[in-house]
């Protein structure tokens, strides 16, 4: 086809562009999928894990972002330890705190992590004083590829992620957010129902 007579070279140009992208695309998908397999075979081990612990690593693998953007993480742990997979906890609370950093404001970034206990349910939330999410948007977040912003760096797998893995263990995640505000992240978790879905 590229050598067909009549095609310009600019013509072949945006062909081998257009052939780039989607196969790109489709590495992207088949990754994303991979994720989601291996993230679904990590749900059924569950360990005791050290809040403080895992957001210090998480701090470390996100110091040159946190560095650059100056933002300040605070805690207020009220339970420092929670019964999940480890990993899964990892990659929800690491995906929270990179987008807070991702979509900060023109204020002095501020993430706040908070975690308590409530009748039988341990609740974490993690909130930003960043852009906030537009309210038409707010359906979309937890879509799989549903991201808010295009000209950011990612696919949009990591909301739908952390959505899944929370409720395969029984649990919610809810989101509160103004345009121009920030945004607040709320997991409920309740532990005899994490213990009792990974045996199943």
Same mark, same amino acid.
């Given at each position: ?161 952390? =959505?899944?893995? *929370?409720?395969?263990?029984? &649990?919610? @995640?809810?989101? +509160? $957010? !103004?345009?121009?505000?920030?945004? =607040?992240?709320? *997991?409920?978790?309740?532990? &005899?129902? @994490?213990?009792? +879905? $990974? !045996?199943?």
């Amino acid at each position: 086809m590229l050598c067909e007579p009549g095609i310009s070279k600019q013509d072949t140009t945006d062909f081998l562009r257009i052939i780039g992208e989607s196969i790109k695309t489709f590495r992207s998908v088949i990754t994303d999928i991979s994720v989601i397999a291996k993230v679904e075979s990590d749900m059924a081990i569950t360990e005791n894990v050290n809040l403080d612990e895992l957001i210090d690593n998480i701090e470390w693998s996100l110091k040159d972002q946190i560095a650059n953007s100056g933002v300040k993480i605070i805690r207020k742990f009220k339970v420092k330890n929670i019964v999940f997979s480890k990993k899964n906890m990892r990659s929800i609370l690491f995906n929270l705190i990179s987008n807070a950093i991702k979509f900060r404001s023109q204020l002095p970034p501020v993430i706040k992590i908070n975690t308590f206990k409530e009748n039988d349910s341990y609740i974490i939330t993690v909130e930003d004083n960043g852009q906030g999410i537009p309210k038409a948007a707010m359906e979309k977040i937890f879509d799989l590829y549903g991201r808010l912003h295009q000209d950011i760096e990612g696919t949009g797998v990591g909301l739908y992620l952390a =959505k899944k893995i *929370i409720n395969a263990a029984a &649990g919610t @995640i809810t989101v +509160e $957010s !103004q345009p121009g505000t920030g945004t =607040k992240f709320c *997991i409920s978790l309740t532990q &005899g129902k @994490i213990n009792r +879905e $990974s !045996q199943i």
